[in-house]
């Protein structure tokens, strides 16, 4: 059996990256693995601290490790580590774990590819959201995007909406089995 390629869905808050792995998932009939975060402030009621980071990038790890046993090709995960840790520096600066920082710095060469969710989807609503506005929303982006071009990370912009930005990923996908 043949190592199942793992692909990330990455990008700044609000761009369609659940939605995305979930439907993506579906049409390839593989896993795909949930943001832990979002379970972990439901169950915190919106209440994250710094001595969260470790909890959350433990259950981020324990997700993925999970939905792969189930995968047979590909497991999508919608995030990774490194957004963990970007989140973790841009919340509380300083208190990221060196084992987190490490631990997304090695898991993000292992994976296939990125698929890189552009902020043109338009801005929906949500008491997770951390941007309320365009700017703001933007300028997260290209720090996301950086983060993939400073360390030469494999991945392509999903850009577009609806039907048309799932087309787009799904043939990246399919051009990561061909390649």
């Known amino acids: 059996m043949s190592e199942v390629k793992r692909v990330v869905l990455f990008g700044t808050e609000s761009t369609g990256k659940s939605t995305l792995a979930e439907a993506l998932a579906e049409h390839f009939g593989e896993p795909w693995a949930e943001e832990f975060v979002r379970e972990f ?22 997700n993925e490790e999970t939905a792969a046993l189930r995968a047979e090709r590909v497991l999508f995960c919608d995030t990774d580590l490194l957004m963990n840790v970007r989140w973790a520096d841009e ?12 631990a997304a710095s090695e ?4 994976y296939a590819l990125y698929l890189f969710c552009e902020p043109d989807v338009g801005w929906e609503d949500d008491p997770q959201r951390s941007f309320g506005d365009n700017v703001s929303w933007q300028a997260s982006a290209q720090r996301c995007r950086a983060m993939l071009d400073d360390r030469g990370l494999p991945y392509v912009k999903i850009t577009g909406r609806g039907r048309d930005r799932f087309e787009m990923a799904q043939r990246a996908v399919e051009a990561m089995f061909e390649a």
């Open 91 to 102: 919340l509380f600066p300083g208190a990221c774990a060196s084992w987190v920082r490490a």
């Open 41 to 62: 402030w439901d169950r915190q009621k919106g209440v994250i601290e710094a001595q969260d980071l470790s909890v959350i990038a433990r259950g981020q790890i324990a």
């Open 107 to 110: 898991r993000a060469k292992r």
